[in-house]
């Protein structure tokens, strides 16, 4: 019996507790299921996205949440001593519950998501952008404001 080693999708050797960072974070829903076409279940999500950001535990300056999938770009908060990698397990965790308990969804989310380390060259107004465009490239909306779920929280850090 061969095992399927998993592709590695994070930086080797990179400390992602490193608050300097903005992180472009691409989370799924588990087998690529519509759940959000739901808006009770997208407030859900957009809610607690929020809310972990007004308690500081991570900085979000935009978000779009597609039927199947979550774009954030995000920066861990200051006093937050953990890895990106724990909060997104927490969120994904926390988020998870309430679509079991509330909506009888099991599982919610994919059991991993992509990040990419927005490096100094490159452009946090067009990573920000293409976030808040989803809806659009995918005949959502015809401005990413029409669309309900994609926001622009904070000012980028430009």
């Known amino acids: 019996m061969t095992i399927k080693k ?3 999708i994070h930086l080797k050797n990179f400390d992602y507790r490193d608050k ?3 992180y472009f974070v691409t989370i ?3 087998d690529k299921q519509s759940y959000f076409n739901d808006e009770s279940i997208g407030k859900v999500v957009i809610d607690e996205l929020i809310y972990r950001d007004k308690i500081k535990e991570i900085k ?4 779009c949440l ?4 979550l774009h954030v770009l995000v920066s861990l908060g200051e006093n937050y001593g953990k890895s990106l990698n ?3 397990s927490t969120f994904k965790r926390y988020t998870s519950k309430i679509a ?3 909506f009888n969804i099991k599982p919610l989310w994919q059991f991993n998501f992509y990040d990419h380390v927005v490096r100094k060259e490159e452009s946090l107004i067009e990573i920000a952008e293409y976030i ?7 005949g959502l909306a015809v401005e990413w404001t029409e669309y309900p779920f994609a926001k622009l929280v904070d000012n980028i850090p430009v």
């Open 6 to 8: 998993r592709k590695q």
């Open 20 to 22: 300097s960072f903005v």
């Open 28 to 30: 799924c829903a588990a």
């Open 60 to 63: 979000l300056y935009c978000l």
């Open 66 to 69: 597609m039927p199947n999938h």
């Open 86 to 88: 724990n909060w997104v």
């Open 100 to 102: 079991r308990d509330g």
């Open 132 to 138: 808040l465009n989803n809806p659009v490239r995918k």
